[in-house]
């Protein structure tokens, strides 16, 4: 049976709306700052092959539309009324979970004594344990040092909570309590969704809403073929970097091929770096997951904003995800920083997608999101481990519209927390949160500036974390002649003696009187800089967006008393030449990629990728050592001689042909 396209409008609005109705539940109950003002949670309604029908368009994770539920559902067994799952397990759950602090809860819908549907949330929780406060570490070099593993299990069993599994959630915890509150408002938001999909029933009719529940799946893949067919025919490749593993000083790869062809698209991740020592690896089990398929969401709801948000709109979509790639790590690798990778991977995309769609896809976005975590003495011989916000940066420019400035849903919906707020739980001093001047790639159209957070610690012995520190080193690309935006900084005790500027970090000790900076990056521009308007470039001075140095530095706009000088702007901008190539990637990029070509690199990763996981690790690491000894310490910040870089890509090529 198939519905007509009234009733099928009509159940896909209320469907959506009960998965809306569930977040807002679920916010308003949660107990921590990353649930109540963060909403990094999401919910669903899943069918019968697991898989979301309805999902929320304006609050949580927006990008988890891929995930699938149906391996956890099969691992527990038969299910009754009041039973609900949890797992968090990103490898026995097949990729549903993709880090350890995320717990998912699937519970199943049941009519007249069958099973018509699963409800589904998932949090990220405070603390799972692990080697860490908040559990997450770049330097975990596999998944046991990242927490309390839950394999599918039931949490809940007809309704009442198994007080074994509670025990060993509260046990391998340093916020027990906290958890427990969050879970209990998920168990809340499951409640809601299964009172709302019998209300639904009881309104339509068990029959109709299960058809509605495919046909909604069906209709968004076929508005999804519709856009891609919009595509041009032809393969498009992109490759971009991590700035590091975190435990060593070489830069990690992505690359992509993204084949399009009459309303399909293949997305090949061959090329891309084996997967690494540290927990920047994106547990993907080789599927069409979330986090490798973000941008095709993205570019279906930009060019068909009617299209329903369901996992209908990956159904066009095949991936090949080289296993044991960073893409798609063997087990046991840590993945706990997967998002890191994760933005990569839709830079990637982003990249691939603007060969074939250049007036459509932005430049690069700032490329980072940061969850800025203190973990502070209780006073008790335990810690109080709260976010102090998710900084980010902007989002790139494209043609006719700058980037937002400091603010990037890319992969996901975060809000930031009110600075009133982060004071009243951790014993923190925010001096400055702020968009950061300059930041943003000059262009036609700006990129969107980064942030600036800095605050004053209160207390002796605090632990500040930082996972997903990027774009210190490479930055995030402009486009179309755009430049780059500025690479983002950490820095201890800024102006005072003793300042420090810190790279990457795993835990950061501070006392009282300590103060931390974040800078974010700053997003890509679009167009030739000389070509915008000087009177946006005026609004961006008055505005606190661009420097009046800048103005005249990068965009050929003289302003004198507040108004542009257009006599000195038309001499300005007779000596300014268009951004193209390689100086949109940044000088750090460029430089990178004369001793390592993509060519190269591709014909490499795709023999190591063969290789066993010991062996791999430890012949990339061989090769890139021989590689950089023909190079100047800090390449590629610093430039290095032409011999040097023939002599370091011959290495790299012999290498890669000694296979």
């Known amino acids: 049976m198939k ?31 990353y649930v109540k003002e963060t909403a990094d949670f999401a919910c669903a309604l899943a069918g019968l092959d697991g898989r979301f029908f309805a999902y929320p368009r304006s609050i949580g994770v927006s990008g988890f539309v891929g995930l699938e539920c149906a391996p956890s559902i099969a691992a527990v067994g038969p299910l009754e ?28 819908y049941f009519h007249d004594g069958k099973i018509v549907a699963y409800g589904w949330c998932f949090v990220h929780c405070s603390d799972v344990g692990g080697r860490v406060p908040s559990s997450i570490s770049p330097v975990n070099t596999e998944i046991f040092q990242e927490g309390l593993r839950i394999p599918p299990v039931k949490l809940i069993k007809k309704g009442e909570m198994n007080p074994d599994v509670a025990l060993f959630l509260n046990a391998n915890s340093r916020t027990p309590d906290a958890n427990m509150g969050d879970i209990r408002a998920m168990l809340a938001a499951l409640a809601a969704g299964r009172r709302r999909l019998e209300q639904t029933i009881g309104q339509h009719g068990v029959e109709t809403v299960a058809t509605a529940a495919v ?4 209709y968004s893949a076929e508005k999804a073929r519709s856009v891609l067919k919009r595509v041009p025919s032809g393969t498009y490749s992109f490759s971009d970097y991590l700035d590091d593993d975190a435990a060593t000083r070489l830069p990690v790869r992505i690359a992509l091929s993204a084949t399009f062809e009459d309303g399909e698209v293949h997305l090949d991740f061959t090329g891309t770096d ?48 080289p ?28 990249g691939a997608f603007g060969k074939a ?5 932005p430049a690069a976005s700032s490329g980072t999101v940061i969850p800025v975590v203190m973990a502070e003495p209780d006073g008790r011989g335990g810690r109080r481990v709260q976010v102090i916000e998710p900084m980010i940066g902007g989002t790139g420019a494209r043609k006719g519209r700058d980037g937002i400035d400091g603010r990037d849903s890319g992969i996901s919906n975060l809000a930031n927390n009110p600075v009133e707020t982060v004071e009243a739980e951790l014993g923190i001093e925010i001096s400055t949160y702020a968009l950061r001047p300059d930041s943003g790639g000059a262009g036609q159209w700006r990129g969107g500036c980064g942030m600036e957070l800095t605050f004053r610690v209160l207390t002796d012995d605090s632990n500040v974390l930082g996972r997903g520190l990027e774009r210190l080193l490479f930055r995030p690309w402009g486009s179309n002649g755009g430049k780059p935006g500025m690479p983002g900084q950490l820095i201890l005790n800024r102006g005072k003696v003793g300042e420090r500027h810190l790279g990457k970090i795993d835990v950061l000790t501070v006392n009282a009187g300590n103060t931390v900076t974040f800078l974010t990056p700053g997003a890509g521009g679009w167009g030739d800089p000389a070509k915008r308007d000087p009177e946006a470039v005026l609004k961006d001075v008055v505005n606190g967006f661009v420097t009046i140095e800048a103005a005249a530095a990068e965009y050929g706009v003289s302003i004198v008393d507040g108004a542009v000088d257009v006599a000195a702007t038309t ?20 430089r990178w990629d004369e001793a390592f070509p993509a ?20 012949r990339r690491r061989e090769i890139f050592d021989a590689v950089l000894s023909e190079l100047p310490e800090g390449f590629p910040r610093i430039a290095a001689s032409k011999s040097a870089v023939d002599a370091a890509r011959q290495k790299l090529e012999a290498a890669a042909g000694s296979f």
Do not use: F
């Open 3 to 33: 519905l007509d396209p009234v009733t099928l409008a009509i159940l896909g609005n209320k469907l959506a709306a009960v998965s809306e109705e569930m977040c807002l539940t679920l916010q308003r109950t949660g107990r921590t700052l």
């Open 81 to 108: 009324p009041g039973d609900v799952i949890l797992t968090n397990d990103p490898y026995r759950s097949e990729g549903l979970a993709t880090h350890l602090p995320d717990l998912h809860m699937i519970e199943p």
């Open 215 to 218: 046909d909604l799946v069906a």
């Open 274 to 321: 084996p997967q690494v020592a540290t927990a920047m690896n994106i547990p993907s089990r080789g599927r069409p997951h979330a986090w490798l398929t973000l941008r095709v969401l993205a570019l279906v709801n930009t060019l068909d904003p009617t299209t329903p948000l369901n996992v209908g709109m990956l159904a066009p979509v095949k991936i090949t995800a």
């Open 323 to 350: 296993e044991g790639s960073l893409v798609n790590p063997q087990e046991p690798a840590a993945v706990g920083v997967r998002h890191a990778a994760a933005i990569r991977v839709n830079d990637v995309l982003n």
């Open 357 to 361: 769609l250049p007036d459509v896809m």
């Open 571 to 590: 001499g300005l901008r007779k000596d300014m030449t268009a951004s193209t190539g390689l100086t949109a990637q940044g000088a750090e990029r460029e």
């Open 599 to 618: 060519s190269v690199m591709d014909t490499l990763n795709r023999a190591l990728v063969m290789l066993p996981g010991a062996v791999r690790q430890r």
